[in-house]
């Protein structure tokens, strides 16, 4: 019976309409705002519109919610939805590009900012259905990057060393820095000479061969004068001496090999060399150390400190290993074990650097021991706890007078990754197996008397409820077949049929998408691309097109239409023409 009772509350439940069931509890907090956009909001002194560009009934709720959120945190937002129909010339004041519908605009005072709404919304190919699936809401990050833009008068410059075999930036990070509002710009130091005097940051991303003793010179010179460097390094294997010379002079060598972890803590994946720091609460790491994450560093190599510095260089620590980590010299060995000759940890494998040059100047460098701290597949297994550390990190570095540089990571759709060490591993394990299966049985024997005895009034009662519940199946069942058949007569008479077409008739169907031409053509009983014959068409996806022809509705009536041009419908960019037996 109680079996019963559980079936007929999920078949109500089932039978609900969305809106009454669907509630915001979501842990990525989607459609809220976080600390970060709310501590800039504060500080506010300037009036900023934001623009929701969609017709009237069209509007996506998620972000017309998520923008009410902002207008109620300062009195300086304000909101405007601006219908394209109505105002059909508003957008091509600020832009020439042909925007989708919930796009929004962003302005203050002479600046502006578009927001796409395909930026709003991330997708990727799903290559298993070959559609794109929804994966990212990025609506926070891009209006509080956008609020930042248009609010800011100077954006800082970053530049990013090459010429040395550099890697080149992840997408996720370069995405999040013009999202913080930083210019991206590169710098070949054997043509230049020096580091640009606009240079917020310099940015040095594992260069595989070594810098030239001119390049070290330029580059010493730049950080001695109060210049901000963030450096990454892999592991080579090759001689890297004006390099390494940079970071001596900063009180920081790398010890020799690949960090392996000793203790299972400290490890992801099974794997030692997949280090799972210790994140040291710092002012640049605070916020990572207090949310919980874990950073996840494969393949990176020891950081020493040294004691032959000068006095004015204080050097702190950010990621550490635990004291049973050792430095693999021999990578040829065949063993993952601790053998002679392997250097014995603890090691920092992150560190900050600062030294007050004079009464207003100070140089800032932040190192990281392994470029894959930057990689969305290592960021992702961490669940976004890397790409944090990475861009807390740059934040710190850049001058932020007279700009504002915030950036908001976007909230993922997916899965997140539960991160375990291997010690946690091994741990849930045991317990899975071992001590879960017998505790359950022991407490099922335990309570089996005492369920007998009240089985007889527990039974009447249930048999009570379910009848009750039954009722309510039977009613709710009938009342969503009501509303859903008004719904369907009441959409029928606002979406009008405009076009008919049987598939059977269909003889060719072209598309002209962005002034490019294809066209297929019915042969026989398949479908063959008209200009290569030999195209692998996919029958199915044709088929599924040509069937949607068979009734087509509109959308929206615009009536007394005297000028098309108003709607830009006199030249449409993009067309699709069917051909009929009949021609």
Known sequence: VFVAIIIVINMIVGNLPSKYTQLDISSEKLYTIGDETKAMLKNLDKDV???QIA???????????LLQRYADESDHIKVEQKDPVVNPKFVSEYTSDNLSSNS???????????VNYNNIYESTMDYNTYSYQTTGFDGEGQITSAIAYVTSENLPVLYTLEGHGEQELDST???DIEKANMEIKSLNLLTEGSVPEDASCLLIDSPTTDISEDEKTALIDYLENGGKAMIFSDYTGEKMENFDAVLENYGVSRVDGLVFEGDAQHYAAQ???YLVPTVNSTDI????????YYILMPYAQGIRKSDDVRDTVNIESLLTTSDSAYSKTDLNSGSLEKEDGDVDGPFDLGVSITETVDDDKETQIIYYSTSNLLQSQINQMVSGGNEKLVMASLSSLVDTEGSTTVSIPSKSLEVSYL???????????????GLIPGDW???LVKEEKSLMKKKSVNLITAVGVLVVLSGAYVGVKAYVAKQEAADTESAEEENPEIISIASADVKSIKFVIDKKEVTFEKDGDSWVKSDETGFPVDQDKIDTLVSSLNSIKAERTLENVEDASEYELDQPDNTITVTTEDG
């Open 285 to 292: 790491t605070s916020d990572v150390a207090s949310s919980g």
């Open 49 to 51: 519109t934001i623009y």
């Open 55 to 65: 017709q009237s009934g069209s509007e996506d709720e998620t972000i017309s919610n």
């Open 441 to 443: 049985i022991y407490d």
């Open 173 to 175: 990070i370069k995405e």
């Open 271 to 273: 794997m030692p060399y």
């Open 419 to 433: 991160t375990l060490t291997a010690y946690d591993a091994s741990f849930w394990k045991i317990c899975t197996i």
């Open 104 to 114: 929004l605009i962003v302005v203050c005072g002479d600046r502006n900012k578009v």
